[in-house]
Each structure stands twice: as structure tokens, then as C-alpha cells.
């Protein structure tokens, strides 16, 4: 291995960051910040020892698997990596990390933003303002709903989960079920007063508030349809920090127009950037471009904590978050 093995990034990390990568690495940074096509990807494979990409990068065993690859590692700057064909890593003996962990509290933070901005409808008021339409305040105009006492159902129990059951349990005052492949630790439901519930159509079916934490992908694509929004009540909303793709758009589309349910709050979509006309237009919904980790100290947390994985493989080491 050279001196300072070649390194790509895809995308532009915080300054602070690439500053360090550039004095440990001969690093390439992409400064026009604009995605790169498969085709580019594909060189790349062939002309760095390392890549390290995010997830606007979509990584399939035909770039993985490119002749005359190079590359050794892809250092992912995120923890999701259902971009990332993962079963095509192995078979190509490439090492593969993430950056689980820096993004939980940043992550949660939004959950908790997009639940309190829908319950108290905050959206529309805020475009009904915006476009010069308030005429003044009434005692029946938006009337939202309190969380205190309601009852947050939680899809998936993992760290972003956990984060926002604590703050909505503690501060204020919600009850927190949750659904998941398997129970999670005692220890974790007792901290946070937290009933396990083996079906999600009962889960969501008990909920004021249900959020999505589980990762994107084959496994879980569309898993919140048609059939599960008949089951939630019609004044319930839906909070998704998670992947676009876990969510039937259509039938939430649907939901949203009839009245189904009562709300969501979305910081994620399944042809990001690209949003639907038909929900951008939805009632009483709160729509975030992607902003689930976007701090200054989150961002670069993250950004070092790829970096330390690219130093684990440069030294020889099994990278701390190999996959």
C-alpha cells in the first residue's frame, strides 16, 4: 500500500474534515458537490485504494464488482447503507464501514421537530402566513392536538428509536409501545417504560403517534401500506426519519386526502430529491428536505468517525465499524 493511498470522496464533507483526510490521504474531494452517475463511480472503483461515499451514491454489484477494481474499502459517510449492495461487497472481498452511533441524538431531534410541528399543525400555519392569508387569531383556527399522555408507537427499538421514546416519554409525558423483529433489552424497556408489541397492525392500531425507525431496503420496502393505514386511528399521525422506501407513498397519498389518518411529518422520500406534487399538496403534513442528521457537530462526527475507519484500514487494523 503507497504512502497515502488514493481516496475519493463522493460528496462535500465539512471543511474541518477534509482538511484532516487531505493531510493523512491523496485525496480527491468532489467541490462541485454534485452526484456522481454510475459511470463515474465505476472509474472510481478502478483509480483509488479507497472510496468513500454517502447515500446519494447507489453502489450495485455491477460497480462493485468492476474489472480491474482497485479500491479496497468503502468507507460509507452515514450509518444506512441500504445504497450499498452488501452481499456484492463480500463476494468482491472488499471491506465495507459505516458511522453508527454520532447521528442518534441529531436524528431523534428531527423525530421530535416533525411530530410537534404536526400535532400542533406548525406547517400550515406557518404557510398560511407566509402567503399573506391569516386573518387574525380565533378560538377555533388550526386547532392541533397535545402529546402529553398520548401514546407514541415506535417501528423498530434501535438507538434513533430509543433516542426519541426518552424525550417524548420524559419530557412529555407520552407512552411508548414499539414493534420489532424481536424484544428488545429489559433493561432498555424498563428505562423507558416501554411495552413490546408483537404485531405492527395492533401497534399502530394503539398509537397517537406512529415513527419509523427501521433501515431502508428489499426487506422493508412499502412495509407501512394500505393495510396498515386502515389500522391506525384517524386522528393518528406518521413521523418518518427513517428511508422513503419503507412507506407505501401512494396509500399515504390516499390517507392524507380521505382523512385516514390524521397527519405526517417527513424528512425522507422514495425519489428524493424528487417529492410528489399530490403530497407536497397533502393536508397537514411537514415535509424536511433530508435533514435528519444535519448539525455542524453531527456532520463532522460523522465525517471523523469515517476518517477513523479509513486510518483502522490504512494501519493494518479491522475497521471499528466494519460491516
Request: charged share 25%; aromatic share 4%.
Amino acid at each position: 500500500m503507497p504512502d497515502k493511498p488514493r481516496i475519493l470522496v463522493t460528496r462535500k464533507w465539512p471543511d474541518r474534515v477534509q482538511a484532516l483526510i487531505a493531510e493523512r490521504y491523496d485525496a480527491t474531494f468532489n467541490d462541485d458537490d454534485i452526484a456522481l452517475t454510475s459511470a463515474q463511480l465505476a472509474a472510481a472503483m478502478r483509480d483509488f485504494d479507497a472510496l468513500c461515499p454517502t447515500i446519494t451514491d447507489r453502489l450495485d454489484a455491477g460497480i462493485l464488482g468492476v474489472a480491474g477494481r482497485r479500491v479496497q474499502i468503502i468507507a460509507n459517510y452515514g450509518a444506512g447503507v441500504d445504497h450499498i449492495d452488501l452481499p456484492a461487497v463480500r463476494t468482491a472481498g472488499l471491506i465495507a464501514t459505516n458511522t453508527p452511533g454520532v447521528l442518534t441524538d441529531a436524528t431523534a431531534d428531527i423525530a421530535i421537530t416533525l411530530m410537534l410541528m404536526t400535532a400542533r399543525r406548525a406547517g400550515e400555519g406557518e404557510r398560511e402566513l407566509r402567503a399573506g392569508r391569516w386573518t387574525g387569531w380565533r378560538p377555533t383556527h388550526l386547532l392541533g392536538t397535545s402529546l402529553r399522555g398520548k401514546t407514541l408507537g415506535l417501528v423498530g427499538f434501535g438507538r434513533i428509536a430509543q433516542a426519541m421514546a426518552e424525550r417524548a416519554r420524559f419530557g412529555f409525558g407520552m407512552n411508548i409501545v414499539y414493534f420489532s423483529r424481536r424484544p428488545g433489552a429489559q433493561d432498555d424497556e424498563r428505562r423507558l417504560d416501554a411495552r413490546y408489541v408483537p404485531a405492527l397492525t395492533d401497534m399502530v392500531a394503539h398509537s397517537d403517534v406512529v415513527s419509523l425507525h427501521i433501515p431502508g431496503g428489499a426487506e422493508t420496502r412499502n412495509i407501512i401500506d394500505a393495510g396498515i393505514f386502515a389500522h391506525m386511528a384517524p386522528h393518528a399521525i406518521l413521523i418518518n426519519t427513517a428511508r422513503g422506501d419503507v412507506v407505501d407513498e401512494s396509500a399515504l397519498i390516499d390517507a392524507l386526502e380521505t382523512g385516514r389518518i390524521g397527519g405526517a411529518g417527513l424528512d425522507v422520500f422514495a425519489g428524493e430529491p424528487h417529492v410528489s406534487q399530490r403530497l407536497r399538496d397533502a393536508p397537514n403534513t411537514v415535509l424536511l428536505p433530508h435533514l435528519g442528521s444535519a448539525t455542524r457537530e453531527t456532520r463532522e462526527a460523522m465525517g471523523l468517525r469515517a476518517l477513523a475507519n479509513l486510518d483502522d484500514w490504512r494501519e493494518g487494523r479491522v475497521p471499528r465499524d466494519s460491516l
